[in-house]
Every structure is written in C-alpha cells, then in structure tokens.
C-alpha cells in the first residue's frame, strides 16, 4: 500500500492542508491545551510535548501503512496552524473516517467546513473512497454543525461505542456518499 500524505491540491484559498512539521510542535501543544478539545475528541488532556512528540511517531507510521493521516490546517496566506484534520482508510470497504479540530480563536469562520470538504473531495477522488463516516460524541453541536453543512446525513446513534478517557460514549454516525457532498 502507498504512503498516505495530503497533497499539495487540498487547498482553498483560505485553508490549506499540509503534514504536520516537528516545527509545529509548540504551537500543537498551545492550541490542544483546550477544554473543548479535551471534552469532544480523543485527543489526550492534558497535552503536553511528550504527547506531540509520540503523535507525530505514529502518524507518520498510519502514513507509511497508507492506513491514515493526521493533517495540519494552516492559512493559506501565512501557513499559520489554525487545526488539524485527519483520515483513517478502510481500503477493503472502500470507507474512510473523517475526523477534526479547529483552535478556539479560529472557530465559527467556516474552517471545520472547508477542511472537512477538501478532505472529502480528496478521498472521493484520489483516494476512491465511496463512503465517508464521521462520529461525533452526542450532544456536540459544532461538530453535528461541520457534518450537517458539509451534506452529510444522520444515520444513528451508536451506543457504548467507544472508550475516551476512562468512560463509554454515545457516538452519532453520519455519513457522506460522493455525490451528497456541499
Ligand atoms: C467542532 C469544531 C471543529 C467546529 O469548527 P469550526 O471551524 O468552528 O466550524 P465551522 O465554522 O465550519 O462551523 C460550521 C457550522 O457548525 C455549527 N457550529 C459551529 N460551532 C458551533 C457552536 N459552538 N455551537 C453551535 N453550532 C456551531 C454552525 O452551524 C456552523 O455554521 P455557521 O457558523 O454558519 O452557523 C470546533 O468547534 C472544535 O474544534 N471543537 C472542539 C473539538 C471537536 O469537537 N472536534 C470534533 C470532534 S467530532
């Protein structure tokens, strides 16, 4: 299987969407000091450099497999980090999970939602994904918001679904088919 990386095509004018750097380290470990990211995501809290350092090893292992990618959301005019955006692959099935964050100063500009639509576009072209999944922890609406202007639709709850951070939670599924995305 190929390396997964993002092309230099996911870009929008305003967003664009490159590998992470080991010079985005601190800036990485400022912005995911976060409650919301804390609450919302995976991504472990607190976060500190130690955590940087062993999410850029394995993401750049889920690269070399070509099983997923963990992205930099930066602008477009001064490559500032402004989130990240990632992908995980189910090459048997033709899927792909998206997944998201966007740093508290830059949220309610429309960032997820660009983000979101470059990485869809990306793996229903190049990538010939025909279904993109996206999960969201029940009761996060900016992220029910991402899916829902992005064209995806509601297809259930998904009880106990995951373990974060020492709980079960209730996921809600949506999903996206190439011709639905907006
Ligand atoms: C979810 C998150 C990525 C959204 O990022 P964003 O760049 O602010 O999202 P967008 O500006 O593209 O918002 C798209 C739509 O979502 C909805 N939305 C966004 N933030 C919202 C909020 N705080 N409350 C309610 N709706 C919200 C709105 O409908 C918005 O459209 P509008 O601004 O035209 O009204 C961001 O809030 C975040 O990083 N949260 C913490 C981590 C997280 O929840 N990640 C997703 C895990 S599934």
Redesign the pocket.
Known sequence: MASLSPPASLKDGVIAIRSWRQSDLLRLVDLLE?P??A???GIPAPYTRREAKLFFKTNARQEAMGVGTDSAIVDAADDDVL?GVGLKLHPAHSTAEV??????H???????????RLMARWAFGDLEVMRLE????VG???????A??CGFQREGLLRSARLMKGERVDLTLFSLLPDELI
């Open positions: 976060d919301a990211i609450r919302w995501t989130g997944g998201y964050w966007v740093a508290a830059a949220r309610r500009r429309g960032i997820a939602t660009r983000a979101v996206l999960l969201t922890h996060n609406e900016a992220s029910e918001g991402v829902r202007r």
